[in-house]
């Protein structure tokens, strides 16, 4: 599924919001780490594999990956 983002500026770097679904999807939380990298001039950014986030730091609650079928693509 391919969405239009609007580039901001925050300080001198450049910042793209996450869509929700996508983070939902790909179990993404503040603070969670991502790779990113360049591949013929497009950016690509992937969760770090093996980390483990204990807890939602604001609900206190487990996190799981989603088990939905609009999570594929």
Known sequence: MALTRLVRRIGG???????SHF???LDIAPGDSLSIEMQKKQII???IAGH???DNPATGAE????ERS????
């Open 13 to 19: 770097s450049l910042v793209v919001v996450v869509p």
């Open 23 to 25: 983070a939902e999807c």
């Open 45 to 47: 950014m992937t969760p």
């Open 52 to 54: 483990i986030r204990q």
């Open 63 to 66: 996190q799981n990956t989603p």
């Open 70 to 73: 609009d999570c594929i693509g």
